[in-house]
Each structure stands twice: as structure tokens, then as C-alpha cells.
């Protein structure tokens, strides 16, 4: 089990394979999110599986001898892999705001580890879940998500799928912030885990085709949604001095360079201009490398870049987009429009399907996160995010 079995809650976070042990499977909602349950355990595992199973080893090697060629071992094969990758194409159009996000930190900090000081002590696991459990009872969703750890060579702490939260706690892995894992249950569970469970009370639901919508059948689209919105909700919490966007625009950077130049050589880069904590940058490298059978020779791949690319798009169209409609399920930022037209059709209005008190199973029914209970401070918190990272960018 996940935690001990001593009280309501321990039971439903409990690791059973199925949804049924936790709710009924009395109605078609139930029986649908059972079947996502089993493919959200079998689709994490194609996740993770495109990240090396020898990245400590590895890094333990490389710090030891820097001509130490680097090689990586997967539990993916090569061919699921390739897939994988080839869904991202490589961006470049925000390279120079990337460079300025850098940059600007760096300048305010002094270097990413005097940055990284803001993020206060590590967590033991089981402070760690005391904040889970605490985040999703206050949203009602205990009858709803469970939590599985995991311990998986990997570079991913969490993840979401379907109705799991997934916390790993693998070779590698470092604890949880205090004063970062606030932001991390915003991203994961207030955007990620909400947009799901939104999506389950949708008409579209399993049958986005017939409606025009296109989801993960267009990924790149689709991470850039996912990944964009999170990282924006991910800094709501946070103090002016950690909302900078230094992670997702050094990855972006990372990826840029990764696409002409071996691991090593954009290893150094790195080292060299931006980060000083060796964990970071290795990781960073990884990122970028993992997929590739060699990761000596340019080329990787670019999902990471889809944080930065999501961030900066949803910021520049904050004047017109109804950030509400973004929660009313997994779709993609072109078809938002669409969407809510599908959504006035089949509920009138759509402000009144807003649910920011308790998840519930109801057609059209939209569960806010907290953070976007008071849109006008929401927007101004847009708005913040924006003067901190691009005071003097135009374009936003």
C-alpha cells in the first residue's frame, strides 16, 4: 500500500490496480474511468520507459572521467522510442526570450544555486503526502484520486494519468521542496488531475473526433496546453523571486543546442554560461538526449520545450482567452473556441457549469482549482508573471 491502511483516506490512495475499489462501477462514468485506470498504469509506463535505466551510473561515470562516452539503457525499444520522439518538431521562434528569461534570473540571483535557496529544506515522504492528501481533500476529490508510488530509474518525480498521481521515488529522484512542492500540486493536481476529471463530465469525452476536437492525437498541441498552463499555475503560490520561468526556458535552450551538438558539448555549454549544480544540468542534458540511441550525436527530443512555448503563448493572448474554458477539459489552445461553442450548444451559459466548491460527476460541470476562484486577481497574477520574466518585451 501507499500509506497504512488505518484510516478512509489510506484505503483510497491504497495501490489496487482498479478503480472499482474505490468507487462503484454502477454507472457508465465509473465503468469509463476503470478502463482509463488500467491504461493511465500501462501508458505511464511508456512514459517513463523513454527515460535511460542508467542515467546515476552514468552520471557517476561521466564526473569521474568527462571523455567518458555516454550510454544509455532503456526499457523502451528503439522503434516506441522513435515514435516518441518524432511527435515534438524542434522551435526555435522563442529562443531569444528563452536567452532573456536566463539571463534575467541570473542577474536578480546572482547564479542557480543562489536561486535554488529560495526553495527551503527537503521533505521526508511522508510530510510530502501529508500535502497531497490535504491538497485533494480540499478540492473533495478523495473519493476520486489515488495516489501510486513508484521506484523507477527516471527523471520525472510526478506525473498524472487518468485518475493516478504518480510519485516516484527512484534511483536519482531528490525529495520534494518545502517551499516548491506547493506549486507542484497546483501544476499536477489543481491543472493536470482537474482538466482530466473535467473532461470525464464532457460530451467530447472519448469521442473527440465527432466533434472536431483533436486532444492527443495532436501532441505537440497537446503538451503545449497541458505543460504551458501548469507551469503558469505552478508559480501562483510562489513569491516574486521564484516565478521566474528559469527551468522550462533553460530546457528550451537546452533543446535548441541539443539539436546541433553530442551530449558533451551541450553538457559544457551549459556548465559553462548558465548552471553551476551538476545535478541540474545533467538532468537538463538527459532531458533532452533520452530517446536517442546515441546521445554522442546531435539530434533529441524536444517535448521539454512545450512548458516554455504553452507559458509564453497563454501569456500573450491573457487579454482575450477565458482561462475557465482552458479547465473545462484536455483540449488543445486552437480548439478552445470550438470547445466552448460545443459547450453554450449543450448548457446554455457556460459561467453557470463553474463548480468551485466540490468535484462532481455532472454533465458540463467545470471544478475551478482555488486559484481561480477570483478571476480579477487571477489575471492580475497573469499580469505579475509577465512584468517579472518579460518587462520589456513587447510582443507580451
Known amino acids: 500500500a501507499v500509506v497504512s491502511t488505518q484510516s478512509t483516506w489510506e484505503a483510497v490512495v491504497s495501490t489496487q490496480s482498479t478503480w472499482e475499489a474505490v468507487v462503484s462501477t454502477q454507472s457508465t462514468w ?40 555516454i550510454h544509455f539503457t532503456y526499457d523502451l525499444d528503439e522503434v516506441a522510442r522513435t515514435k516518441k520522439r518524432k511527435s515534438y518538431r524542434l522551435h526555435t521562434d522563442f529562443l531569444d526570450l528563452a536567452l532573456r528569461v536566463i539571463e534575467r534570473t541570473l542577474y536578480v540571483h546572482g547564479s542557480y544555486t543562489s536561486y535554488k535557496k529560495q526553495w527551503g529544506r527537503e521533505l521526508d515522504l511522508e510530510e510530502s503526502l501529508d500535502q497531497f492528501k490535504s491538497y485533494i481533500l480540499g478540492l473533495g476529490l478523495e473519493s476520486f484520486a489515488k495516489i501510486k508510488l513508484m521506484n523507477t530509474s527516471g527523471l520525472t518525480r510526478t506525473g498524472v494519468c487518468a485518475d493516478k498521481i504518480f510519485i516516484n521515488q527512484g534511483p536519482g529522484i531528490k525529495p520534494y521542496r518545502s517551499n516548491r512542492l506547493g506549486g507542484l500540486l497546483d501544476h499536477e493536481i489543481g491543472t493536470h488531475y482537474l482538466r482530466w476529471f473535467n473532461d470525464m463530465n464532457q460530451c467530447w469525452h472519448q469521442q473527440r473526433g465527432a466533434y472536431g476536437l483533436k486532444g492527443r492525437k495532436d501532441p505537440q498541441n497537446c503538451t503545449i496546453a497541458e505543460e504551458g498552463l501548469a507551469t503558469i499555475h505552478n508559480r501562483w503560490s510562489f513569491p516574486d523571486g521564484m516565478r521566474y520561468f528559469f527551468i522550462p526556458a533553460l530546457r528550451y535552450y537546452a533543446a535548441v543546442m541539443g539539436s546541433k551538438m553530442g551530449f558533451k558539448r551541450v553538457f559544457d555549454k551549459l556548465r559553462s554560461q548558465y548552471v553551476d549544480d551538476d545535478h541540474e544540468f545533467w538532468q537538463t542534458v538527459v532531458r533532452v538526449k533520452r530517446t536517442l540511441s546515441d546521445p554522442n550525436l546531435p539530434g533529441g527530443y524536444y517535448k521539454d520545450q512545450a512548458y516554455f512555448i504553452g507559458a509564453v503563448t497563454f501569456l500573450q493572448q491573457r487579454k482575450t482567452l ?75
Open 322 to 396: 477565458d482561462f475557465r474554458e482552458m479547465m473545462s477539459g484536455r483540449i488543445n489552445l486552437p480548439e478552445v473556441d470550438l470547445a466552448t461553442q460545443i459547450r453554450k450548444q449543450k448548457h446554455g451559459a457556460v459561467a453557470k457549469t463553474y463548480n468551485p466548491d466540490k468535484a462532481q460527476k455532472k454533465p458540463g460541470s467545470v471544478m475551478l482549482p482555488p486559484f481561480m476562484r477570483d478571476m480579477e486577481r487571477y489575471h492580475a497574477f497573469l499580469d505579475r508573471l509577465v512584468a517579472i520574466n518579460f518587462e520589456y518585451e513587447t510582443e507580451l
Open 30 to 69: 465509473e465503468a469509463v474511468v476503470s478502463t482509463q485506470s488500467t491504461w493511465a498504469t500501462n501508458m505511464v509506463q511508456v512514459v517513463w520507459g523513454i527515460n535511460p535505466t542508467n542515467g546515476p551510473q552514468e552520471l557517476e561515470a561521466f564526473l569521474k572521467n568527462p571523455k567518458h562516452p
